[in-house]
């Protein structure tokens, strides 16, 4: 039988899978030392050799996937080739919940797995669990001869007030250095004390401030709390007009969902301008959340992340990322605003968050609730076929009734040439300011001009290196462009034929309407509200403050006005371009045109005085218009589902964009042909390109892109993997795949 060797074959050597925050296509194998042998389950985070380095991963398992996007088995690695994991890190392990997730992101959206943990293993937030953090108190009796001060006697009257307090917080409200509190303390007559949690991380109180619901809000309130004691996936689309009371229903969710000691998650579109949203939380549970954004510093993030890790975060507020946080026990997840585009991520990983959302809560057995005013085609039809549950309130909160919407023909009225503001809208916006209420302008385009010409020769400033003009920043005094942020000072004369002072700015930009606001209406007080000139968080909190307070009567503002604020004494909303977002070949161009202008629409009138909105349009007959006027929203994306149906365009089919750059143009498009040669033929499979790319040229890159097009019961990702295996892509060129692509450019 069996013949015996000589050299007896060594046992195989214990392995495990190590996932690294790398590009690699999948885990790599590593020996586990015996002494480490019984500590390596999944999700242990280790650090291991790779090349003359050390990483930090996290040991790895095989998650079933749909046989769709089960990704093709790595290759053997011979036990001799092994290299041995060096140490395990002193940090919880990675929840099985998340590990799940990431695989299934990096599956959907043909990412390789590492770049997908790499949004969320920070190797440099682990291993420093923050102990109790200490402060200060002031000892019981002072002790004798202490020389007093006048900054040390505000730092003891500060203390006075709130004891104990941290070090840095003293500091600040006592008015005085570091110094004078070491020295305080060095005297004896500060003792160091234990401080609570911090605010972020105290526990929110369910049943702190509830609010009174109408007939409608307790009905859906009541339908989203039984869903989330149930603790199993659901899907629920919340529909409300703007100020319906959407936020105040699902933060009864929220509420459900802590008092059964679970953890929610809610997403909002922009957190950074969320100062509102944080005070009606703290209205409503006495305490603030937790968030997670870019902006956020540092050691808050650490704390975050740790308090998450370990459930002392109940609620986290987040932008798209947070979704990769460790949660220990999620129960909810609420994707506000669910249509906003800014929930898909266009760099690196390309996904979108509220897609993703909602396989994290099946993941998690937990319902996640998506709320919007003009929701998506795509979430329209999960609810119409039955995948999505769906809540409607149908009237503003409190009797206040929706803005009446009215057209300016621009055709017929046109503002005088180099102006933009028509003498309806003018007429309208003064008689506003008579009555002592607020208006608001609003163009969806910052700095000056969005094009200068030369008036000599007809040359039009374009950036070197992406397919765009540069747009004038005037107070900036530069020329810049919004695709790759590439400056240049306002020229004098004409680069192209020399001509002096014959630089023209063509078209408004917010800078240009303000200057023409504030010409108009020389008395009013007016307020810029653009993401180049309103600052950070801080600031925008402060100008939100100002509206409110009323010490602004005009406000011009691009999207970022459109967000969620509740201005109480706005009445009167002007939209200087309607038709802006309509040109180009985006097939979403009508819906995000009539999401964009309904949500900036919806800040007129959310009080007592009655609300209007006036749009300024050169194409008055256009659907879009017509939907915004009548209000009838429903019917417009009936009409949409209508067209997009045949062709199988999304939400009846799936697309997936391949985008092909390189500097070289030669090779780029050498690589677009040879993959539209290879691309994949099949019934219910179409492939449309390679084109260029609209931005044909970008930071530098020239792009082509194709498009991959397939009916609905036909996944992408398989077709993807295939057709790529098959080409060969030249040095130098990237192929970029977007599955579910927003972004036609
Ligand atoms: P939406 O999210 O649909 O725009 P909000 O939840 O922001 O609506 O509600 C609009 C305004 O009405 C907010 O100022 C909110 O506090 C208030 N509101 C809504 N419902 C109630 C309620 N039941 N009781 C008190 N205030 C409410
Ligand atoms: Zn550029």
Known sequence: MAQTS???????RKRVAVLLPLPFPCPLDYAAPPALADSLPPGAIVSVPLGGRRETGVVWDQTPLPPDLTPPPPPEIADSRLRAVSTLVDAPPMPEMLRRFIDWVAAYT???????????????LLGTQ???RSGWAAAPTLPEGLRMTPARRSVLAALEEESPL????????AGVGAAVIRGLADAGALLAALLGPIAPFAAPNPDHNPPVLSGAQDVAATALRALTREHRFSATLLEGVTGSGKTEIYLEAVAECIAAGRQALVLLPEIALS???MERFARRFGVTPATWHSEIGQRARRLTWNAVGDGSAGVVVGARSALFLPFRDLGLIIVDEEHETTFKQEEGVTYNARDMAVVRARLANAPVILASATPSLETLNNVETGRYGHLVLPSRHGGAAMPTTRLIDMRMAPPPRGRFLSPALIDEIGSTLARG?????????????????????????ECPHCTSWLVEHRKRKILCCHHCDYRQPIPETCPQCGAEHSLTAIG?????????????FPNARVLVMASDTVGGPAAIAEAVERIAQRDIDLIVGTQIVAKGWHFPHLTTVGVVDADLGLGGADLRAGERTIQLLHQVAGRAGRAEAPGRVLLQSYAPEHPVMEALVSGDFRTFMEEEARQRQPGFWPPFGRLAALIVSSENPEAALDTARRLGRAAPEAPGIEVLGPAPAPLGLLRGRHRHRLLLR???????QPILRQWLAKVKISAGVRVDLDVDPVSFL
Do not use: D, K
């Open 6 to 12: 000589l050299l007896e074959p060594q046992p195989p």
């Open 110 to 124: 043909l990412a390789p797995p590492g770049m997908v943990l790499a949004m969320a293993l920070r190797p440099h």
């Open 130 to 132: 923050a102990g109790p």
């Open 166 to 173: 941290s070090g840095a917080e003293l500091a600040r409200r």
């Open 275 to 277: 100062a509102q949203w």
């Open 437 to 461: 209420e607020q208006a608001m302008l609003f163009l969806n385009r910052r700095g000056y001009a969005p094009l200068t010409l030369c008036r000599a020769c007809g040359q039009r400033m």
């Open 508 to 520: 408004p930009g917010i800078e240009r309407i303000t200057e023409e606001a504030e010409e108009t």
């Open 710 to 716: 397939t009916r609905r019961a036909i996944a992408v």
